[in-house]
């Protein structure tokens, strides 16, 4: 005989069932004739019946337990992690903010500081640049005078030939080719010196018109008659022994070296 088992409407019968219902006087019937289709339906049925029994099992983990009170409970716990997240981001951005402003504030020190840096070493090269300028006067004029030529005359082409080097912590006038490189008086390798330039021009025929004639005429007589008798002298012994700033002040007065 076959199984017939007939539902009201089509969502009464299980699930599985449902495409097998045929609709009958506005009922849904269910016939079963063959034995494998009968197995087919006790294997559905005891896997919904397992199915059930899981979820039973299950539910009864929240036995005593208020789904209103489980439900606030959880979007606390929501919240919290919420703030805990935020709580890192803000200090992750607070960290990076730190960082930033440090390295602006380290910015700032080393261009502060590197102003100085470079102001000082302004500051410095024009005392270097006094300080040569001084040395070169001071060497010229005495060589200049000793030789009785005119300073103000003769300076500026010295000046253009000498530079000052620093050796073994003394600064000392070196004169200069046309090349840029130190001159040597002789084979020896003695240094050429502003005296040495200072004869040269005098034996040049038209540096030399700067220097006193060697005769009582010309341009020798009038810087002599100019001189006067009260002209005072000094050996270069004594005058080695004087300052340059004494030097020159030695020479402008209008003294002179006995040798």
Known sequence: ???????????????FLRPSLLEKDGKFVFQAELPHEIHGLKKALESERAAKKEYESKLKGYDGIDPEVARQMLAKQQELEAREAQSKGDWATREQQLKDQLAKDITKREQHYESEIKTREEKLQGMQRALDRYIIEAQATAAISAAKGTPELLMPHIARQVKIVEENGEYVARILDAQGQPRIADIKGTPFTIRHLVEEMKADPIYGRAFEAS???GSGASNANRAGGNAKTISRAALDQMSPADQMAWFKGGGQITD
């Open 1 to 15: 005989m076959p199984i017939e088992q007939i539902f009201e409407t089509r969502e009464e019968a299980p699930e």
């Open 215 to 217: 005769g009582a005429g």
